[in-house]
């Protein structure tokens, strides 16, 4: 509740000197005068004159689940963030991720586009293509993990904190990780979901792979990891193994999500994938633990997308 400041008390003004006022005028100002006194708007405990009561405007909070009055974008710091490409500045400029996910689905972020695949909330799905659909990252690196294709590429920020993931597993005696597939561009996509079109036919390619340019790995922000022990095995092998437990426990401190789990199915339409990871940073990915989300169709208050319009 918003405090009001008290009414000020007046200072004794020194006595002004003129002409007696005739007997029956003074009369009428004491009447006046004693008329004002009396009344409760007047009088106060303190003896000073209250003011009209003033309608305070009470602000509606994030936690409601309402818009707030000030816009994040407009902050300068959020602004040079976003100016700078520092997405990791951006989200903590709104107060952090679950403030920045507030601010989006209650349409308060105005700066925030979910579809701009150069940022880290990007929400690519069956629904909701890269534009353009060729788009092709900047500042790739090699994934420093045992790679089992030449897929062996993600963005840098990615590398590093995959990096981190698979020392901290080792560290915590569940294993090695190791990696299947990083960045795939537009090209490779094509290849890879017609193969499995060929193999398994529409329905089942659709459950399992991205068509061209519905991809998170195109973004270089998504990658699959296996379980390695003398030899690393493939996706199918790492539900279950205790990579896989760890990972799905732990990869949110490293800024991942599993973008597919199984209670997500009929949201994103894919068949549960406990290998694919998505990078969002530690920030949002603290945020969406947090809340217990298991889609970022949920996370970001978007509709599911099960099915391609066509």
């Known amino acids: 509740m918003l405090s009001l ?21 003074a009369v009428t100002a004491i009447g006046i005068l004693l008329s004002i006194a009396s009344s409760p708007v007047a009088s106060s405990s303190e003896g000073a004159a209250m003011p009209e009561p003033v309608a305070v405007r009470q602000v509606p909070s994030v936690e409601d689940g309402a818009t707030t009055a000030a816009d994040p974008c407009a902050d300068p710091v959020v602004q040079q963030a976003m100016a700078n490409g520092d997405d990791a500045a951006t989200v903590a400029g709104f107060g952090g991720g679950a403030e920045f996910r507030a601010a989006v689905v209650t349409g308060n972020a ?8 150069a940022r880290l909330w990007v929400v690519v799905n069956k629904a909701l293509p890269l534009t353009p659909p060729d788009y092709a990252p900047t500042g790739l690196g090699p994934v420093p993990l045992q790679m089992t294709t030449p897929s062996g590429q993600v963005r840098s920020d990615v590398a590093a904190a995959v990096g981190r993931m698979a020392d901290a597993a080792a560290a915590a005696g569940v294993g ?12 490779l996509q ?6 499995h079109v060929r193999s398994q036919g529409q329905a089942e390619a659709d459950a399992g792979s991205a068509r061209p340019g519905h991809s998170e790995h195109q973004t270089g922000l998504a990658l699959d990891v296996v379980a390695c022990d003398a030899a690393c095995g493939g996706l199918d092998g790492f539900g279950g193994t205790g990579q896989s437990d760890w990972v799905a426990a732990h990869a949110w401190e490293f800024g991942f999500i599993v973008r597919y789990e199984d209670v997500g199915t009929p949201v994103t339409g894919y068949a549960p994938e406990p290998w694919h990871l998505r990078y969002v940073g ?3 990915a603290a945020a969406y633990h947090a809340g217990g989300y298991h889609t970022l169709e949920e996370f970001f208050g978007l509709p599911a997308a099960p099915d391609y319009a066509h």
């Open 190 to 195: 094509v290849t890879t979901y017609d193969a």
């Open 282 to 284: 530690v920030d949002l």
């Open 5 to 25: 400041p008290h009414a000020q008390h007046a200072a004794p003004r020194s006595p002004i000197r003129g002409p007696a006022l005739p007997l029956g005028a």
């Open 110 to 117: 105005p700066c925030i586009s979910l579809t701009d695949p």
């Open 176 to 187: 090695r990780i190791g990696a299947n597939n990083g960045y795939r561009s537009y090209g």
